[in-house]
């Protein structure tokens, strides 16, 4: 429940950078450990890799920031709390089955309704799952899941990172 700092090595970086932190919530995706929270730098929801972080990360005496009272961007109303209808593979997709709300058991269950802290977690959630899940709400996720889909496909077919 407080904030911190760390120093962080992007790759576009020559040298880590120092960054401050109200941490929400550890995840992994695609094998690699994130943390996510409001970064008082770019005063914005970011998601940080545990990997590019260099040295100790050090806790500061201030109280964070919680997900659900960020000051989000007007041109960005569907930062906080993102949720979307997908149908899932059966056994497949623990991240989305573990993100479920109002499921009595998000295991047997296949068409679950989600819920991130991010539209952008949210989409990249449902992206990592790849042929596990389907979004089928709402049609602004369907879309932007759809876009981010052909790109990955098409940076592979060419080669590019």
Known sequence: KRIVTFDYQA???DAPVRRTLSPWRLEALEGLWRVLGYDHDR????TFRLSRIHGQVVLTGRERIEPETQIVPEDEPAAVGARALVRLAPGRAA???RAAIESDDPWQDDDLEVE???REGLVRAICAAGPDAVVLQPPDVVSTVAER????AA???TGAR
């Open 11 to 13: 790759p576009s970086a």
């Open 43 to 46: 005063e914005a929801t970011r």
């Open 95 to 97: 991240g989305l089955r």
């Open 116 to 118: 991130f802290p991010t």
């Open 149 to 152: 889909l052909h790109m990955i």
């Open 155 to 157: 940076q592979h077919a």
